[in-house]
């Protein structure tokens, strides 16, 4: 696991609980809001019991970073509280492996998305800091083919495509900068760009399975683990 990643995503998660504890309760404003985000990133996912059953077949072990690429929005449902969605595409390294005569590749993609709920710590005219906790579920593919063509020609055989599936608990913490655009009646919009960060934590794994077909002895695995990511977006602020 990158040691950055995981730090910074850590540290985020530890400031997202501090700031609960903190939290005041407030009247509720005369606002409405609508925000969209296009967000991308970092993830880590603990995969080593997996990359363990790699590495004694002779496959080239994953890398637990995964790029993550997505979107989602979110709307004030009353005072300060937030009421959203989002959705992420999670993509993996691409390997190549020699075993014998014969060379391999491998791949591994996945995706989860959330239902969330949110509370506006802080809202003025310039930022926006909001924990984030949702639930979702998400999974992973790994596939594993023949890379050569002489050698598919010669011995023609399927991939293998591994998957798992995960119930997730979503814990983050948001921060979002606004830049106010010019006004529209009585309406406000702004141009937001922001940083979000947390955990994504499994509940309940599903096991490995090859199409319909669960697999017995299978490794230990699901797709915990923490992210960082980038988010701009925007959208209008209505006053009642």
Same mark, same amino acid.
């Given at each position: 696991?990158?040691?950055?990643?995981? =730090?910074?995503?850590?540290?985020?998660?530890?400031?997202?609980? *501090?700031?609960?504890?903190?939290?005041?309760?407030?009247?509720? %404003?005369?606002?409405?809001?609508?925000?969209?985000?296009?967000? *991308? +990133?970092?993830?880590?996912?603990? $995969? #080593?019991?997996?990359?363990?059953? &790699?590495?004694?077949?002779?496959?080239?072990?994953?890398?637990?970073?995964?790029?993550?690429? +997505?979107?989602?929005?979110?709307?004030? @449902?009353?005072?300060?509280? &937030?009421?959203?969605?989002?959705?992420?595409?999670?993509?993996?390294?691409?390997? =190549?492996?020699?075993?014998?005569?014969?060379?391999?590749?491998?791949?591994? /993609?996945?995706?989860?998305?959330?239902?969330?709920? +949110?509370?506006?710590?802080?809202?003025? %005219?310039?930022?926006?800091?909001?924990?984030?906790?949702? !639930?979702?579920?998400?999974? $992973? +593919?790994?596939? !594993?083919?023949?890379?050569?063509? %002489?050698?598919?020609?010669?011995?023609?055989?399927?991939?293998?495509?591994?998957?798992?599936?995960?119930?997730?608990?979503?814990? @983050?913490?948001?921060?979002?900068?606004? !830049?106010?655009?010019? #006004?529209?009646?009585?309406?406000?919009?702004?141009?937001? /760009?922001?940083?979000?960060?947390?955990? @994504?934590?499994?509940?309940?794994?599903?096991?490995?399975?090859?199409? #319909?077909?669960?697999?017995? %002895?299978?490794?230990?695995?699901?797709?915990?683990?923490?992210?960082?990511?980038?988010?701009?977006?925007?959208?209008? !602020?209505?006053?009642?």
């Amino acid at each position: 696991m990158s040691n950055r990643l995981k =730090s910074i995503a850590t540290l985020i998660v530890l400031v997202f609980f *501090i700031s609960i504890g903190d939290v005041v309760s407030e009247e509720a %404003d005369s606002t409405k809001v609508f925000r969209g985000y296009f967000m *991308i +990133g970092g993830t880590a996912f603990d $995969i #080593e019991p997996l990359n363990s059953r &790699l590495k004694t077949k002779g496959y080239t072990e994953f890398s637990d970073d995964f790029f993550s690429i +997505g979107g989602g929005f979110f709307s004030k @449902a009353s005072g300060r509280v &937030l009421v959203g969605v989002e959705g992420h595409l999670l993509v993996g390294e691409e390997k =190549s492996s020699v075993i014998g005569s014969k060379s391999y590749s491998s791949s591994a /993609i996945g995706g989860y998305g959330f239902l969330n709920t +949110g509370y506006l710590m802080v809202e003025n %005219d310039f930022l926006d800091l909001y924990p984030v906790l949702g !639930i979702g579920i998400g999974g $992973i +593919g790994f596939k !594993i083919g023949q890379s050569s063509f %002489d050698d598919i020609l010669d011995d023609p055989q399927g991939a293998a495509n591994l998957n798992t599936f995960s119930f997730l608990l979503n814990l @983050a913490l948001g921060a979002d900068y606004k !830049i106010k655009l010019p #006004e529209d009646g009585t309406n406000e919009s702004f141009l937001v /760009i922001g940083l979000r960060g947390g955990y @994504a934590l499994s509940l309940f794994d599903s096991g490995w399975f090859m199409d #319909e077909f669960s697999l017995s %002895d299978d490794p230990e695995g699901g797709i915990s683990g923490p992210y960082v990511r980038i988010t701009i977006g925007g959208g209008p !602020i209505a006053k009642k």
